[in-house]
Protein backbone atom coordinates (compact mmCIF):
# COMPACT_ATOMS: atom_id res chain seq x y z
CA UNK A 1 0.00 0.00 0.00
CA UNK A 2 1.51 3.27 -1.17
CA UNK A 3 2.16 5.42 2.11
CA UNK A 4 1.44 8.88 0.75
CA UNK A 5 -1.55 7.66 -1.27
CA UNK A 6 -3.43 6.00 2.18
CA UNK A 7 -3.35 8.68 4.35
CA UNK A 8 -6.64 10.80 4.52
CA UNK A 9 -6.93 14.68 3.65
CA UNK A 10 -8.54 17.13 6.06
CA UNK A 11 -10.46 19.00 4.68
CA UNK A 12 -10.27 22.37 6.28
CA UNK A 13 -13.33 24.82 7.05
CA UNK A 14 -14.40 26.82 4.45
CA UNK A 15 -13.46 24.74 1.89
CA UNK A 16 -15.54 22.69 -0.60
CA UNK A 17 -14.75 19.41 -3.27
CA UNK A 18 -16.54 18.59 -5.95
CA UNK A 19 -16.16 14.87 -7.78
CA UNK A 20 -17.27 14.73 -11.01
CA UNK A 21 -17.58 12.01 -13.74
CA UNK A 22 -13.86 10.66 -14.42
CA UNK A 23 -12.47 12.32 -11.48
CA UNK A 24 -12.91 15.95 -12.59
CA UNK A 25 -12.30 17.48 -9.15
CA UNK A 26 -12.65 21.23 -8.39
CA UNK A 27 -12.06 22.19 -5.16
CA UNK A 28 -13.53 26.34 -3.81
CA UNK A 29 -11.96 27.91 -0.59
CA UNK A 30 -11.33 31.52 0.95
CA UNK A 31 -8.47 32.21 -1.79
CA UNK A 32 -9.94 31.07 -5.04
CA UNK A 33 -11.17 27.42 -6.87
CA UNK A 34 -8.74 24.79 -8.61
CA UNK A 35 -10.12 22.48 -10.92
CA UNK A 36 -8.14 19.63 -12.69
CA UNK A 37 -8.68 16.08 -14.00
CA UNK A 38 -7.24 13.63 -11.85
CA UNK A 39 -6.22 9.77 -13.18
CA UNK A 40 -10.23 7.89 -13.54
CA UNK A 41 -9.04 4.61 -11.99
CA UNK A 42 -8.73 6.17 -8.84
CA UNK A 43 -11.52 5.94 -6.18
CA UNK A 44 -11.79 9.56 -4.43
CA UNK A 45 -14.30 9.88 -1.55
CA UNK A 46 -15.45 12.38 0.36
CA UNK A 47 -15.73 11.06 3.90
CA UNK A 48 -16.93 13.59 6.37
CA UNK A 49 -14.28 16.21 6.72
CA UNK A 50 -11.74 14.26 4.74
CA UNK A 51 -10.86 12.93 1.30
CA UNK A 52 -9.49 9.26 0.66
CA UNK A 53 -8.35 8.13 -2.48
CA UNK A 54 -8.18 4.53 -3.37
CA UNK A 55 -6.83 2.22 -5.77
CA UNK A 56 -8.91 -0.43 -7.46
CA UNK A 57 -6.03 -3.00 -7.55
CA UNK A 58 -2.49 -3.69 -7.20
CA UNK A 59 -1.22 -3.35 -11.12
CA UNK A 60 1.96 -1.11 -11.33
CA UNK A 61 0.46 1.66 -13.14
CA UNK A 62 -2.28 1.86 -10.45
CA UNK A 63 0.59 2.15 -7.62
CA UNK A 64 2.14 4.94 -9.16
CA UNK A 65 -1.12 7.11 -9.31
CA UNK A 66 -2.03 6.26 -5.93
CA UNK A 67 0.16 8.62 -4.35
CA UNK A 68 0.63 11.32 -7.52
CA UNK A 69 -3.14 11.93 -7.08
CA UNK A 70 -3.53 12.07 -3.22
CA UNK A 71 -0.53 14.61 -3.81
CA UNK A 72 -2.01 16.58 -6.09
CA UNK A 73 -5.76 16.91 -3.89
CA UNK A 74 -3.42 17.62 -0.90
CA UNK A 75 -1.86 20.55 -3.35
CA UNK A 76 -5.54 21.67 -4.32
CA UNK A 77 -6.68 21.84 -0.79
CA UNK A 78 -3.41 23.71 0.57
CA UNK A 79 -3.68 26.17 -2.21
CA UNK A 80 -7.00 27.60 -2.16
CA UNK A 81 -6.66 27.63 1.89
CA UNK A 82 -2.69 29.02 2.25
CA UNK A 83 -1.55 29.95 -0.85
CA UNK A 84 2.01 29.11 -2.42
CA UNK A 85 4.87 31.27 -2.10
CA UNK A 86 8.27 31.41 -3.91
CA UNK A 87 11.42 34.29 -3.00
CA UNK A 88 13.94 34.59 -6.28
CA UNK A 89 17.15 36.69 -4.79
CA UNK A 90 19.08 39.11 -8.16
CA UNK A 91 22.17 39.43 -7.37
CA UNK A 92 25.06 41.72 -8.57
CA UNK A 93 25.99 44.72 -9.94
CA UNK A 94 23.61 46.60 -11.94
CA UNK A 95 20.96 43.89 -11.80
CA UNK A 96 17.39 44.83 -10.36
CA UNK A 97 13.75 44.17 -10.65
CA UNK A 98 11.64 46.53 -11.00
CA UNK A 99 7.41 46.13 -11.34
CA UNK A 100 4.26 48.18 -13.08
CA UNK A 101 1.12 46.93 -12.86
CA UNK A 102 1.30 43.41 -14.58
CA UNK A 103 4.81 43.72 -16.02
CA UNK A 104 7.75 42.94 -14.60
CA UNK A 105 10.89 44.88 -15.77
CA UNK A 106 14.38 42.50 -15.01
CA UNK A 107 17.61 44.38 -15.77
CA UNK A 108 19.98 41.63 -15.59
CA UNK A 109 23.11 42.77 -17.63
CA UNK A 110 22.03 42.28 -21.48
CA UNK A 111 22.06 44.89 -23.85
CA UNK A 112 17.66 45.35 -23.47
CA UNK A 113 15.69 45.13 -20.43
CA UNK A 114 13.88 41.53 -20.06
CA UNK A 115 9.62 42.15 -19.58
CA UNK A 116 7.53 39.51 -18.50
CA UNK A 117 4.24 39.34 -17.98
CA UNK A 118 2.65 37.32 -14.88
CA UNK A 119 0.59 34.98 -16.16
CA UNK A 120 -3.42 34.66 -14.64
CA UNK A 121 -3.79 33.72 -11.28
CA UNK A 122 0.28 34.59 -10.24
CA UNK A 123 1.07 37.28 -8.82
CA UNK A 124 4.73 39.13 -8.13
CA UNK A 125 5.38 41.26 -5.50
CA UNK A 126 9.13 43.68 -5.28
CA UNK A 127 10.57 43.81 -1.82
CA UNK A 128 13.30 46.16 -2.66
CA UNK A 129 14.65 46.25 -6.02
CA UNK A 130 16.63 42.39 -5.32
CA UNK A 131 14.02 40.19 -3.82
CA UNK A 132 11.06 38.92 -6.01
CA UNK A 133 8.32 36.77 -4.24
CA UNK A 134 6.09 34.51 -6.78
CA UNK A 135 2.59 33.96 -5.13
CA UNK A 136 -0.91 31.97 -6.29
CA UNK A 137 -2.97 29.22 -6.12
CA UNK A 138 -1.55 26.75 -8.13
CA UNK A 139 1.64 24.99 -7.10
CA UNK A 140 2.54 24.02 -10.46
CA UNK A 141 2.02 27.64 -12.40
CA UNK A 142 3.97 29.37 -9.29
CA UNK A 143 6.56 26.58 -9.47
CA UNK A 144 6.78 27.20 -13.35
CA UNK A 145 6.53 30.92 -13.56
CA UNK A 146 9.74 31.21 -10.71
CA UNK A 147 11.77 29.11 -12.94
CA UNK A 148 11.12 31.01 -16.32
CA UNK A 149 12.30 34.15 -14.06
CA UNK A 150 14.87 32.22 -12.74
CA UNK A 151 16.02 30.84 -16.03
CA UNK A 152 16.27 34.55 -17.35
CA UNK A 153 19.78 34.65 -16.09
CA UNK A 154 20.45 31.61 -13.62
CA UNK A 155 23.31 31.80 -11.06
CA UNK A 156 27.26 32.00 -12.16
CA UNK A 157 29.20 29.86 -9.47
CA UNK A 158 32.32 32.59 -9.96
CA UNK A 159 30.96 35.48 -8.63
CA UNK A 160 27.34 34.37 -7.91
CA UNK A 161 25.31 36.38 -9.68
CA UNK A 162 22.10 35.90 -11.63
CA UNK A 163 19.00 34.75 -9.93
CA UNK A 164 18.47 32.29 -7.62
CA UNK A 165 15.93 31.16 -5.31
CA UNK A 166 16.02 32.39 -1.55
CA UNK A 167 16.89 28.82 -0.16
CA UNK A 168 19.15 27.92 -3.14
CA UNK A 169 22.81 27.24 -2.84
CA UNK A 170 25.41 28.29 -5.26
CA UNK A 171 28.48 25.68 -5.68
CA UNK A 172 31.35 28.38 -5.81
CA UNK A 173 34.02 27.80 -7.63
CA UNK A 174 38.07 29.09 -7.57
CA UNK A 175 38.53 31.37 -10.95
CA UNK A 176 41.68 31.40 -12.61
CA UNK A 177 45.22 31.76 -11.07
CA UNK A 178 47.80 33.48 -13.06
CA UNK A 179 51.10 32.33 -13.97
CA UNK A 180 54.14 32.29 -11.58
Do not use: W
Amino acid sequence: MSRIGKMPIAIPAGVTIDIAENNFVTVKGPKGTLSRALAPEMEIKVEGAEVVVNRPNDLKRNKSLHGLTRTLLANMVKGVTDGYEKVLEVNGVGYRAQKQGKELTLILGYSHPVIMVDPDGIETVLEGQNKITVKGIDKEKVGQYAAEIREKRGPEPYKGKGIKYADEVIKRKVGKTGKK
